[in-house]
């Protein structure tokens, strides 16, 4: 009785853990550097923090950049230009905000 009951929870247990569907079979041979098929890689939550912080840096670097070297030729026509807050040469570009 006890053998009946585990293997009924224990199909239970593979099939939600799977959605009801077998694992198809796949080439052994196929590398893909997203991991493959049924992929479940070490550590992928320290992985995946450390290329958002990479990420951010980056962005954080580019921002910077083009906050610095943003230059406006003619003033602007509609005040309000929300890099006009952090433009590095707002103030020399438009006369308005001086």
């Not at 992985?47 to 610095?68: D, Q, R």
């Amino acid at each position: 009785n006890k053998q009946k009951k585990k293997k009924k929870t224990e199909h239970w247990r593979t099939s939600s853990r799977i959605m009801g569907a077998p694992r198809m079979p796949y080439p052994k041979w196929v590398w893909t550097p997203a991991g493959g098929w049924y992929c479940h890689p070490k550590n992928w939550k320290r992985n995946t923090a450390i290329a958002s912080v990479v990420y951010a840096m980056m962005t954080y670097g580019v921002f910077c950049l083009s906050a610095s070297n943003e230059r406006r030729l003619n003033p602007p026509i509609h005040p309000g230009i929300p890099s006009q807050s952090w433009c590095k040469w707002a103030k020399v570009d438009d006369p308005r905000l001086q």
